[in-house]
């Protein structure tokens, strides 16, 4: 870390300081001064009193201490908000330096332009996160730029890959597990494997679907953060014509006709209502590129009785498999027994339930439609989940 004062007749001296404070840091940056630590737990806990003794006793150390003070504040290895605090008690060290002894006032100036610069870098870190944070708004939409620095050299914007919009004419068991793993960033997905008709190249290869090979139609992926972005993130901007002429030309099934209202049903948090599509046979996706596949299906329910105060849970095997592959959950997230550690935390982690729910389908926040069946009644024909065994006492 290199600190550069402007004034050049102080340069000689500013070397020495920094090489003899560098030396200092790098040895005893652990345990800081016994001014700083004074200083710091004053300004901290607001002692006016006691700050304004212990600077008026220390003027003669006080420029050395402010100069480390910004050193520290500027190390690579600390979290901003650990460096913003640092730069703010420099801040006051030496508005004190200079109330009480005159001195400090390139000190503040200096501090004062670091902690603009810092305040512009984190505003843009924000605005930067926020950006791709808004792109994955819509449930389901991931934003890839694992190769960003090649994408930013070719002038392309990361991409977005909407679940929703393949799931109108896709079952979850056409790319997973047999195009891609069901893991975020595990595909290693790149440009080369897309042309060669690899991943999402198996259907954008001009006959399926768009290519990746077409000047026009690099930005129908690399989208992330366009204007352009807003219908993926909006099931009202769906072109029914569009999506039905597709879903004929792969096998599926698109029936806007039934559309309640003409518009795609949404939940209460805004998102698709695939299972309403379903029941009015609105979508009919496929289940498979391969011909004569059948999805195999396991047809009962589990009742997970809650040990909370909520109600229990009924989960239906025979929902999830018509949609998804055995060996997408087993053995990867649940053993195929009854005795599975199920538990929130773990879904809030993404494990267990979580490892789609809140990620592809629908959110943690809807509480009820797991926890819908009444405590105490049982639900005729439902396997009970009973959880792991208790250990057997000796
Ligand atoms: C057209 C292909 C396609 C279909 C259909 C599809 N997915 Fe995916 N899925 C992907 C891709 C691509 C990824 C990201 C892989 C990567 O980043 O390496 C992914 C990732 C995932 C992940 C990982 C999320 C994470 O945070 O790690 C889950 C869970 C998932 N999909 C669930 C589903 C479910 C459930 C369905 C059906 C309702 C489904 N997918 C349908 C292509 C598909
Ligand atoms: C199983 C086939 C399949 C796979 C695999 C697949 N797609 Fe698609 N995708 C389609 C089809 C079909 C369409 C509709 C094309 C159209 O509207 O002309 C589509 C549409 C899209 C759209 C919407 C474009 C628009 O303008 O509306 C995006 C974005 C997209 N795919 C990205 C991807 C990415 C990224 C991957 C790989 C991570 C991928 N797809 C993998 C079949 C697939
Ligand atoms: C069907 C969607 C799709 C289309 C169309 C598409 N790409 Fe990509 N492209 C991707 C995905 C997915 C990645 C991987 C993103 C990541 O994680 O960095 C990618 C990555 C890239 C990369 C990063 C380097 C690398 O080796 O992966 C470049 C460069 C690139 N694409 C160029 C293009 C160009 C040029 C076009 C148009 C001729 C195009 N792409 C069309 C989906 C697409
Ligand atoms: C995707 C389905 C699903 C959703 C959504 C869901 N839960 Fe659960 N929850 C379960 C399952 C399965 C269990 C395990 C059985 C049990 O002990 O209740 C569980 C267990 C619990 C437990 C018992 C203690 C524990 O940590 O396991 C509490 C408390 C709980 N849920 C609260 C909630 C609340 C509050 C919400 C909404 C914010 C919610 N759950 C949403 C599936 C879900
Ligand atoms: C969405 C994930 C998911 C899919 C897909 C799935 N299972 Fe399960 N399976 C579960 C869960 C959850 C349990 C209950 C775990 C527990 O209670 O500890 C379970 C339990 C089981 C059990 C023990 C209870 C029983 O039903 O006899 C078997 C066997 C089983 N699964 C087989 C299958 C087969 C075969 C398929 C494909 C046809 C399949 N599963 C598809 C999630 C899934
Ligand atoms: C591999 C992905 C995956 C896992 C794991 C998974 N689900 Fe689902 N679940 C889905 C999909 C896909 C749907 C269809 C609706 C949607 O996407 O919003 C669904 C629908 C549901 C529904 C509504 C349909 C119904 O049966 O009434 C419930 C309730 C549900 N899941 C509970 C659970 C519980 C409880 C667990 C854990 C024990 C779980 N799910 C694990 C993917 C998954």
Not at 55 to 61: A, E, M, N, R, Y
């Amino acid at each position: 870390m290199h600190m550069r004062f402007s004034a050049p007749t102080k340069c000689a001296f500013s070397c020495c300081l920094v090489l003899l404070i560098s030396i200092f840091t790098t040895t005893c940056n652990a345990d800081e001064s016994e001014f700083r630590t004074n200083f710091i737990n004053n300004y901290k806990t607001f002692q006016f009193k006691a700050q304004e003794n212990l600077i008026l006793k220390s003027g003669d150390i006080m420029a050395d201490e402010i100069f480390s003070l910004i050193i520290d504040a500027m190390d690579d290895d600390i979290s901003i908000g650990r460096r913003m605090f640092l730069l703010d008690a420099a801040s006051a060290m030496a508005s004190g330096y200079q109330h009480y002894h005159g001195g400090g006032k390139k000190f503040i100036r200096k501090i004062d332009k670091l902690i603009k610069k810092e305040l512009e870098k984190e505003a843009a870190r924000t605005a930067e996160l926020m950006k791709w944070k808004k792109e994955e708004r819509f449930l389901g939409n991931f934003v890839m730029k694992t190769h960003e620095a090649e994408l930013e050299e070719a002038g392309l914007a990361p991409v977005i890959y909407p679940h929703w919009v393949h799931r109108i004419w896709y079952d979850c068991s056409v790319c997973h597990q047999d195009i891609f793993i069901m893991k975020r960033w595990r595909n290693e997905i790149t440009k080369e494997k897309i042309q060669a008709g690899e991943q999402c190249g198996v259907c954008h290869n001009g006959t399926i679907a768009f290519g990746a090979n077409n000047k026009e139609d690099c930005d129908r992926c690399h989208i992330a953060g366009k204007p352009e972005a807003e219908r993926l993130h909006n099931a009202d901007q769906v072109d029914n014509k569009h999506i039905a002429e597709i879903a004929k030309q792969v096998g599926a099934e698109w029936n806007a006709d039934k559309l309640p209202d003409g518009r795609i049903p949404v939940d209460e948090y805004g998102f698709i209502d695939w299972l309403t599509l379903k029941e009015k046979g609105i979508f009919k996706p496929i289940e498979s590129l391969k011909e004569g596949y059948k999805q195999e299906i396991r047809d009962n329910q589990i009742l997970f009785v809650s040990k909370s105060k909520l109600e229990n849970v009924l989960f239906s095997h025979n929902v999830h498999s018509s949609w998804i592959k055995c060996k997408s959950c087993h053995p990867a997230i649940f053993a195929d027994n009854l005795k599975n550690k199920v538990k929130m935390v773990r879904m809030s982690k993404g494990e267990n339930c979580g490892y789609c729910h809140g990620k592809v389908s629908f959110t943690f926040a809807d509480c009820k439609r797991c926890h819908s069946q009444k405590k105490g009644v049982e639900v005729e024909g439902a396997l009970a989940h009973i959880g792991q065994p208790r250990k057997k006492k000796k």
